[in-house]
């Protein structure tokens, strides 16, 4: 792979910069979109360590995760655009699956990785594209058994409703996607919260990332256990600097970008990623 040469051939301290770097932008457009920045992290990871394993990786990107939402969640509860109630129900079912995704991830090959992770990335961009403005009418289905009503610290008020069971079902699958595939979860559970839940954009956003900052670092801890950061604290930490960083300047921007953008920006990313993975040549089944 050409960037992972170009990365060796940089030594320590260029490696780790631009490790710097990448951690700035994955910070400041994950804590926009309210993801995380694993989706964007991971594919970047496999290009410059194409001999590093899956474990490895998503170790990494777990830990640079909860960085990224840890820094994000502070200026969001700021903001006042986190449901607090919501977020701590959600947590608490994403937590068993988070350890589930990461235990699991160690019976993954390279090439399944990379084809499990360019196919949900593939998936969750079209759906977003196909019309991001969409909300699904499932009340019918599944009945409203949650009210709220919010107002941020700009006094603008948000009320919105869901079913509990189906977002704690959602919350408990996502945990476990995240941990396996090192991104975070938030590219799920945004959409599904937007979309599904019936939630306003900017309080998904904000919402979401604190769940992130638990899911995370659940799955973090669980790799820090199975002793996957070897070889890999001096990468994780550079990362970790960037992206708390530039989850500040992220938090800042939501507010001034409109809901149907972020969706959109989201979508092409993931596309474009899910597609280069999916076509890697270094996929062997």
Known sequence: MLMGAVAISLGWWPLHLLLLAVGFGVGAYGTLIGA????????VLLVIYPTETPTQLTAVSLATVFANAASGSVAYLRAKRVDLRSAAMFSVATLPGAVLGALSVQALSRGAFNVIFGAALTLVSLVLLSNPDRRLKLEGIFPATERRELVDAKGKIYKYRYNLPLALSASAMVGFLSSLLG??????????????????????TATSH?????MAGAGTVTHVVQGAFSGMLYRTLFLAIGVVLGAQVG???????????????????????????????????
């Open 210 to 214: 604190a769940v992130l900052a638990v």
């Open 251 to 285: 938090a800042r921007l939501s507010g001034k970008v409109r809901a149907t953008w972020l969706l959109r920006l989201l979508a092409l990313a993931l596309l474009l990623v899910g597609v280069r993975l999916l076509a890697s040549p270094i996929i062997h089944l």
């Open 183 to 204: 991104i975070g979860g938030g590219i799920i559970h945004v959409p599904f919260m937007a979309q599904v839940l019936g939630f306003p954009t900017h309080i998904a």
């Open 36 to 43: 995380g920045g694993g989706f964007v992290l991971v594919p």
